[in-house]
């Protein structure tokens, strides 16, 4: 006879059913207590996210408040910034983060494409993540070390080797020679610091697109650039843009290292080595010591500005790349 | 008979034409030097001729000493269970082997008498004329239909506008797609459905002066319907080029092709016309692939 | 022998040359700056780099002798208000995104996660200014680390979900086919199997947080002695070198670099950390 551990009597057809209550009926307010407790936690936690970026956005345009009050529509379109006869204008500062923005995003765009392709296309599988860990520990370096480094080096070496050259160049952009601490330099420097974001973004871009985009370029008797241009440039040109204007947002609010590079000059010149200031750098400057609550304000004003214009920048970035992933999944 | 040629001023493809119109020679030489020789039968000319071929990815050896012949105008196809290195072999032929990293070969791949595996030979031109056409369709997305089938043109700096919209009609009309897409030219690629994607991608390796083409399980990821039109278009291309095709699906290897060449392991276990080899294949193993015996 | 039909295109072949060069220069290019850095912060940091950098407080210039210890303290203390303030709120929001996140809420969570963490590290301070510095009347490490914890909370609830979702969905529905209450499932069994990616996460922040210099200017300020409390104004490692770099006194500019070679060796040994205990299939995207 076999082991007596289920006799015909018990057999799982008869046995008597467990008995679950009410709980069944799986509503939500039967849900026990200590899931709702759990699940409000969290929520709570997230909750604060939106809650602070929306408190941002009221004490900033608060905060500002009296400056645009008091100066009006010319707060936009002034460069006088005077904080003894209490006039605050910030073009100067506008031009001067726009302008090192700019020059950051000519030479990180470029070199971030051509690295990220370097990369994803012409080395060896087994190569790849140490060169991409090589560019991205540039990105762990903090702005204070690259401001100190921009100073005391790269400055030099653009007054001793560059500049020289660069005023041989015809145009308003390399007129007169200056100290190093320029416009220039800070843009330089900028790019460099936003390459990582940059070449991370495309390589992400370049490597959604299947292998077999690259090889039917190849089939049809491509060189390998032209099967690169043809399967892989061509359709990620939206997220290449994506990738630029995320590095653009970076760019226009890095503070340190442009603040040690620039040259704290609130004055626009088309002469990109003359020394200039951006609207981070003055914030970065003037907030500690600012006195008079004109002052302070005019101050917060620029960092609304700031806010608004890297949220719209991320905001398109996100959209552009978002765009990009879902076509290629087809 | 020879394809139809764009004309073209380049002399090197001048001097390429005229040696593809020499009549084909009968040899009594032995099989190790094959030349313009024949496999079985006087009127066969042989296109591309494989001899010890062996092929590696990294260490690995994935074809070993593979011999035989691709004949002129007739579709040669290419059957064996998964990971039997029929893909790798294709590949060979267009040089696209040695594009991924670490992949090796090793032998001789003549095509009309010219060595593809010799030091100075550029691939790109062999893919010239050995056109590929994979098993997923991959039109590029951000070309229009007409663009797709002219890319191949473009990039070998054929520009003169009228040549190339002749020749994508003609292409098109190749691919029996034409009369698709005619009025639609202007959309892009991706716009089409899938079978007709893999007639476009038919049709832009027959733009560029293809006169083999390699199909490497081209109806794999196709409706039943437009697996019958590939198939259908595969008996009028042969008319005009070779065809060599990778396929999984031993009906379809029975129903398009005049040769046969079965793979196992990386060895090439037997190789001859069609309906032998489905019917009377001289190998064991042969016999007990085509029977369903295993793969 | 037959003449070769396949002869090379030489202009199609020199523009291939050409660009897949350039985009070798590129890299070359990138490396440039950072081998500079690199050598000049090891090089001009490294003879400052004794035990009165690290057991001295600042001393006036021209008295031998002087350290930053103080910042190193005060940018632990910084660090460990941020993290106090940010990592349960960031882990929370974290598992909260990963497991409660199909619906228009968490949407608009990440959306402004997002926009938080794309705020430029200044703007950061101004908000704490205000919310913090002003109602106080002066600046406080409280202020400081509460600006930084603005930046760690969306950077760890982000890392948290990408981290979370990753564990199989067979673990989870075995825990709860258990009998197990979901929030025990979740706490219990897959926040334990994602904690390392979790760890590391919050290393990853925690470092990120450490090199920020910007947002303390005017809310933790800067101190030249020990940190004296909470309430107080507390030096901190970068605005130390921020404010030793822009001095005109070379004695103190020699400081800054030796500040700067121990703030990078700390960075990249965390970074180097965090790139060992992740997986080779997942990389955290900073």
């Known amino acids: 006879m076999s082991s007596t551990v289920t006799t015909p009597e018990t057999s799982p057809g008869s046995a008597p059913a467990p008995s679950f209550g009410n709980n069944l009926k799986a509503s939500r307010s039967a849900l026990p207590s200590g899931d709702r407790v759990f699940e409000g936690l969290v929520a709570g936690a997230a909750g604060v996210i939106p809650l602070l970026a929306a408190a941002m956005l009221l004490l900033l345009a608060v905060a500002s408040w009296t400056c645009f009050q008091e100066q009006g529509f010319g707060f936009f379109t002034t460069q006088d910034w005077d904080p003894v006869k209490e006039h605050f204008g910030m073009l100067a500062f506008a031009y001067g983060t726009l302008a090192s923005s700019a020059i950051a995003l000519l030479t990180a765009g470029p070199i971030g494409v051509g690295i990220a392709l370097a990369i994803t296309e012409f080395t060896k599988p087994k190569y790849r993540e140490i060169a991409a860990w090589v560019v991205e520990t540039l990105s762990a370096i903090p702005s204070v070390i690259f401001g100190l480094w921009g100073m005391f080096v790269m400055a030099p070496f653009m007054r001793a080797h560059i500049e020289p050259l660069l005023v041989h160049i015809p145009g308003p952009f390399f007129r007169e020679a200056g100290t190093g601490l320029s416009l220039l330099t800070a843009g330089l420097v900028v790019g460099i610091m936003i390459l990582p974001t940059v070449m991370a973004v495309c390589r992400e871009v370049f ?104 949220m719209l920048l991320n905001m398109a970035a996100r959209l552009l790349v978002w765009a990009v992933a879902n076509r290629v999944r087809h | 008979m020879p394809p139809e040629e764009p004309v073209s001023t380049d002399t090197m493809e001048k001097e390429a034409k005229q040696r593809t119109v020499a009549p084909p020679m009968v040899t009594a030489r032995a099989p190790q030097v094959p030349d313009q020789g024949q496999a079985g039968g006087d009127k066969d000319q042989v296109k591309i001729q494989v001899h010890g071929l062996n092929a590696w990815f990294g260490e690995k050896q994935v074809l070993h000493d593979v011999n035989f012949k691709v004949v002129e105008h007739q579709v040669t196809a290419m059957i064996g269970p998964s990971g039997c290195g029929k893909s790798t072999l294709i590949r060979c032929l267009n040089r696209m082997h040695e594009t991924v990293s670490g992949a090796e070969l090793k032998g001789s791949i003549r095509y009309e008498n010219q060595e593809i595996l010799a030091p100075d030979v550029d691939p790109v031109a062999v893919r010239r004329r050995i056109g590929m056409v994979f098993q997923k369709p991959t039109p590029f997305p951000t070309l229009t239909i007409f663009e797709n089938v002219a890319v191949g043109m473009r990039l070998h700096g054929i520009h003169d ?29 991706g716009s089409l459905s899938g079978g007709q994607q893999q007639r476009l991608c038919i049709a832009r390796a027959l733009a560029i002066e293809t006169d083999v083409l390699l199909l490497d399980e081209p109806c794999s990821a196709l409706d039943p319907i437009s697996t019958a039109k590939v198939e259908e278009l595969l008996f009028e291309l042969k008319n005009k080029y070779t065809i060599v095709i990778v396929t999984h699906n031993m009906q379809q290897a029975a129903r398009v092709s005049e040769r046969t060449v079965f793979m196992l392991n990386g060895k090439l276990i037997e190789y001859g016309p069609t309906d032998k080899m489905f019917t009377a294949p001289d190998n064991r193993l042969t016999e007990d692939y085509i029977t369903g015996r295993f793969g | 022998m037959a003449e070769n039909l396949f002869k090379v295109d030489v202009k199609r072949a020199r523009i291939d040359r050409l660009m897949r060069g350039l985009c070798w220069a590129g890299l070359a290019v990138a490396l440039v700056p950072l081998l500079s850095l690199l050598f000049m912060v090891i090089t001009r940091g490294w003879h400052r780099l004794d035990l009165d950098f690290f057991m001295h407080l600042p001393r006036p210039v021209g008295i031998p002798g002087g350290g930053m210890s103080n910042a190193l303290v005060g940018s632990i203390e910084l660090v460990a208000i941020a993290s106090v303030i940010g990592m349960p709120i960031g882990v929370l929001a974290g598992i909260f995104l990963a497991e409660y996140g199909d619906n228009r809420f968490a949407k608009t969570v990440r959306f402004y996660a997002d926009v938080l963490s794309g705020v430029p590290s200044i703007v950061t301070g101004i908000f704490a200014y205000q919310l913090v510095v002003k109602p106080m009347h002066g600046f406080s490490g409280l202020a400081g680390g509460f600006a930084l914890s603005l930046m760690m909370i969306p950077l760890i609830a982000r890392i948290t979900e990408e981290v979370v979702r990753l564990v199989p969905t067979g673990l989870r529905e075995a825990a709860l086919a258990l009998g197990v209450p979901r929030w025990r499932s979740i706490v219990s069994v897959v926040v334990r199997t994602a904690m390392s990616g979790i760890a590391t996460g919050l290393l990853l922040a925690a470092t990120r947080v450490a090199s920020e210099t910007a947002p303390l200017l005017f809310t933790a300020f800067n101190n030249q002695f020990w940190p004296s409390g909470l309430n107080q104004p507390t030096a901190s490692l970068t605005v130390q070198i921020f404010t030793y770099a822009i001095s005109p006194y070379q004695e103190w500019q020699d400081v800054a670099w030796t500040g700067a070679l121990v703030l990078l060796m700390m960075v990249l040994l965390a970074s180097l950390a965090s790139r060992l205990t992740v997986s080779k299939n997942r990389q955290i995207q900073l």
């Open chain 2, 161 to 189: 506008q009228k040549l190339v919209t002749a020749t994508v009609e003609r292409s098109l009309r190749g691919a029996a797609l034409w009369d698709e897409v005619k009025d639609v030219l202007h959309k892009p690629g």
């Open chain 1, 207 to 310: 490597n959604a697109i299947p292998i077999s985009m690259r090889e039917s370029a190849l089939a049809l008797g491509s060189t390998r650039w032209e099967a690169v241009r043809l399967a892989v440039l061509a359709p990620s040109t939206p997220g290449i843009i994506g990738a630029l204007i995320l590095g653009m947002g970076r760019a226009l609010g890095e503070t340190m290292a442009v603040t040690m590079v620039i040259g704290n000059r609130a004055e626009i010149s088309t002469n990109l080595l003359a020394p200039s200031d951006s609207l981070a750098s003055a914030i970065a400057n003037q907030f500690a010591e600012a006195a008079s609550p004109g002052h302070l304000s005019a101050l917060a004003a620029l960092g609304f500005v700031l806010f608004l214009i890297t």
